[in-house]
């Protein structure tokens, strides 16, 4: 697609940079930039033609981007990968829809990939790129609407070798973790190959190394006998191997004919974590008691195998495009369960007193392990056709066509479990289509007193072999107005059948014993056991959500914009974890909770339940604003529109840094500099972006079950131990000038209560993380006299910057054992500290 623009000479030469805004009104992608667009110019008498052409890889949508990112806004971010760029950008990239935590959806120029994992050791210095879309975009695309869709367009040759170390400790001590990675990547135009080899290291935390109190009648009362804090792990010693590689090949001559890319991926982490130590209650014969503890500790460890693997090809197949995806995943896990030693012996000894219940004790025979085996895999196949099959006098409809399947297959074995090995499979056969109807549109002067006016419908069949057919369809619409063309207007209703997973169906039956519980009807604290696995009496949920939302690029305000969400969720039959054990929870499901004779817990049955109803509504809404940080050099011209050495001319305005809003208009041009800028060469303008987003729940409410009083999470009640926030702010920002820069992003989260027979105050959290780095390889200077820093940067990080951690409380302002910091959040303040070059 090409937009055209006549403009008089004089103007050209006084403001060439803000040619390169010029696009075409419908286009749905960003306005072209020095940077991200290439033109022609041709002279006629005194006015000039100038032609842009969109990048290859942009999307094209009703729905503009929410945010765009150059590839010098990218280099702001401080990130050093691909996965790192998407973790700096949560906040713009989260959802609010209230059904999926996961990471977005992520195309790779313009287009579906295997997995993500093909990508995600990219080092940022590859992306040319970056769009944010909205959720409805993934239609478009064979996804569902529930997640941000995040474009990647990558660089058409580049090739580097990367190497990454990185250490990282707790401002309070106990444990260290360490990491080395390296990356070599190859691409060309549409060939690209990768390598990268990972090392994951983390020590142990013990209990005892962050003081937590203990529960009454877990520590012995002879000071000789060892402490079981430290050997209660907070945080496993763990290991994480990993080796990923893919490769792309162009299709037909010349590479035009599609893509077709291999990925791969080894993986093996070994871990282990203590349980504490055997602990025996030894009686005199006159009465007299004593808490011992044997010196063996209980030791869980370890070990997970996966293998990983993908293809994907994109191609034309008349006139439309098909896209064919493949992922496979084999994992194998072995965990060993020391058993708790048979300490019946000293309890007799001591009843008949011939041991004395203070001193030295016996050594008590091995019980030996229990073992847990478990091997899972998974295949999943996707193939879409996307294409135009007609036009209207709005233009053209966009259709998109997709089929696939899933196969699961989990084998299970567990030495506590009587059920033996288990066996569980899954085919799940699905398809679906979307068409996107334009009916009005300035561009074909169709309408174009309403603006640009679309609608979007979709449908989808799954059909499960182990529960039965589910069926989902959407309808949305697009409306950006006449006289407000940065505002665009959107509005959908999703109606979703959702099967429980296959584990929450079929997982057998495991007891785990002394696992500490707090009791929310006694307000204490015990070692209860506890019940998981399956439940095959789980039922069909059906959701239906509304969404109503506004992108705005603020005309007042430069470098803008404004999204404003409002959803709406309502569910029937919902499957869920087991609650937390409130007092309600434990009407609503007697058969899950087993007292004694005094009413103290003795166990609970945690397998997953279904829930009546559940009903939700929240706003989110957010705002991006970023600028230059000083003047870019005197010059630009149309050398400086076109990316060569001058710069655009001081307060000609520049490319915004950090995520920036979609749209035309004055200021939104892409700065100059050039090869020696896009390197970083350390000169011009630098960069400021600040990202704020508010969600503030209206409505939280769970029916349990019919006849049981309906659950108001934001008045009180609770279904987790976490507690339900009204208030939730997330943002990011950062500077970046002359190779220095700060990146910080962070959320917090409002106070939240649990009001009943126990009253618990959870209080508010805020959690920030800031990163700290230098482009050492753009000092010249220091280049100059150590050649080795070339390429090189160095990052100083801080995570939970303020050492927050959720403090809840009970009616007396007392703390819960249960709910210590350090059990909720061990880690805390973590410094790390990471050197990076690139050869």
Not at 155 to 175: Q, W
Not at 326 to 340: Q, V
């Amino acid at each position: 697609m090409r937009s055209l623009s006549l403009l008089p000479l004089p103007l050209a030469l006084f403001a060439a940079p803000a040619l390169a805004t010029v696009e075409s009104e419908t286009q749905a992608t960003p306005p072209a930039t020095q940077d991200a667009e290439q033109g022609d110019t041709e002279r006629h008498g005194s006015e000039i033609l100038v032609v842009a052409e969109r990048i290859r890889g942009q999307v094209e949508s009703p729905s503009p981007p929410i945010a765009v990112l150059d590839e010098k806004d990218i280099q702001a971010l401080g990130a050093t990968t691909l996965a790192d760029v998407l973790t700096q950008l949560a906040p713009q990239t989260g959802s609010g829809r209230g059904r999926v935590s996961g990471p977005p959806v992520v195309l790779i120029n313009g287009q579906r990939i295997g997995n993500f994992r093909e990508m995600r050791n990219f080092p940022q210095e590859a992306i040319r790129r970056v769009e944010i879309l909205p959720e409805e975009v993934a239609l478009r695309f064979g996804f569902p609407a529930n997640t941000r869709v995040v474009n990647m367009i990558l660089k058409d040759n580049f090739s580097s070798k990367t190497i990454e170390a990185e250490t990282g400790f707790p401002t309070r001590g106990g444990f260290q973790t360490y990491e080395v990675e390296a990356t070599a990547l190859r691409i060309n135009g549409p060939k690209r190959f990768s390598v990268t080899a990972r090392i994951d290291d983390s020590s142990e935390l013990t209990e005892a190394e962050r003081r937590v109190i203990q529960t009454a009648g877990s520590v012995p009362t002879v000071s000789t006998d060892p402490n079981p804090a430290e050997f209660r792990s907070l945080i496993a010693d763990s290991r994480e191997l990993s080796l990923n590689t893919s490769f792309a090949q162009g299709l037909g001559k010349d590479g035009l004919g599609g893509n077709f890319s291999l990925n791969g991926n080894l993986t093996r982490t070994d871990s282990r974590r203590n349980s504490g130590l055997d602990l025996v209650v030894l009686a005199a014969p006159g009465g007299a008691t004593a808490i011992r503890a044997l010196d063996d500790p209980l030791e869980r460890t370890t070990r997970t195998t996966s293998a990983q693997g993908g293809a994907a090809m994109n191609t034309r197949l008349g006139n439309w495009q098909l896209n064919a995806t493949l992922d496979g995943n084999h994992t194998e896990n072995r965990t060993a369960i020391d058993r708790r030693a048979n300490t019946a012996a000293l309890v007799a000894a001591a009843a008949a007193g011939t041991l004395s219940i203070t001193g030295p004790l016996p050594a008590v025979a091995n019980a030996g392990q229990d073992l847990a085996l478990s091997n899972s895999d998974r295949l999943d196949g996707l193939v879409t056709l996307i294409g135009r099959p007609a036009r209207l006098p709005g233009g053209e409809v966009a259709a998109t066509l997709r089929t696939g399947f899933t196969f699961l297959s989990f084998d299970t074995e567990d030495t506590r479990s009587a059920v033996g090995k288990v066996n569980l499979n899954r085919n799940r056969f699905t398809a679906g289509a979307n068409v996107g109807v334009p009916i009005t549109s300035r561009r074909e002067n169709y309408g174009a007193g309403l603006g640009d006016f679309s609608l979007n419908f979709s449908v989808g069949w799954d059909h499960l072999s182990d529960f039965g057919a589910v069926m989902d369809w959407s309808a949305g619409l697009t409306w950006s107005p006449f006289k407000f063309e940065k505002l665009s207007l959107n509005a959908s209703y999703l109606v979703n059948e959702q099967a429980p997973g296959l584990s929450e169906l079929g997982n057998p039956i495991a007891t785990t014993l002394n696992v500490p519980i707090f009791d929310l009807v006694r307000g204490e604290t015990v070692l209860a056991t506890v019940i998981s696995g399956g439940n095959p009496a789980l039922r069909k949920e059906q959701q239906r959500d509304l969404k109503f939302g506004a992108n705005w690029q603020l005309p007042f305000l430069q470098n803008s914009s404004v999204v404003v969400e409002y959803f709406r969720n309502r569910s029937n039959d919902v499957t869920a974890s087991f609650p937390l054990l409130t007092p309600e929870i434990e009407a609503a499901f007697p058969g899950r909770v087993t007292r004694d004779v005094s009413g103290r817990l003795v166990s609970v049955d945690q397998r997953p339940v279904t829930f009546a109803e559940q009903r939700a509504s929240r706003l989110r809404w957010g705002l991006n604003v970023s600028g230059q940080l000083g003047k870019a050099p005197a010059g630009g011209g149309f050398m400086g529109m076109m990316g060569g050495p001058p710069q655009r001319p001081a307060g000609a305005g520049g490319p915004p840094p950090g995520p920036r809003p979609q749209g035309g208009g004055a200021g939104r041009g892409g700065g100059g500099g050039g090869m020696m800028a896009m390197m970083g060469g350390g000169r011009g303008p630098g960069r400021w972006s600040l990202g704020v987003f508010h969600t503030a729940q209206f409505d939280s409410q769970v029916l349990i079950a019919p006849g049981v009083p309906v659950l108001d999470l934001l008045g009180g009640d609770l279904l987790s131990s976490t507690g339900s926030p009204r208030h939730t702010v997330e943002f990011n920002g950062g500077l970046f000038k002359s190779g220095f820069g700060t990146f910080f992003n962070g959320t917090w989260t409002s106070p939240s209560r649990l009001t009943g027979a126990t009253n618990l105050r959870f209080g508010s959290v805020t959690r920030m993380n800031i990163n700290f780095f230098a482009a050492l390889g753009q000092q010249q200077g220091l280049v100059k006299k150590a050649p080795f820093f070339k390429g090189s940067q160095v990052s100083l990080r801080f995570e939970n910057l303020f050492d927050s951690r959720q403090k809840v409380t009970d009616g007396t302002g007392a703390v819960p054992i249960g709910y210590q910091a350090d059990l909720i959040d061990p880690r805390g303040r973590l410094i790390e500290i990471e050197f990076r070059k690139m050869f």
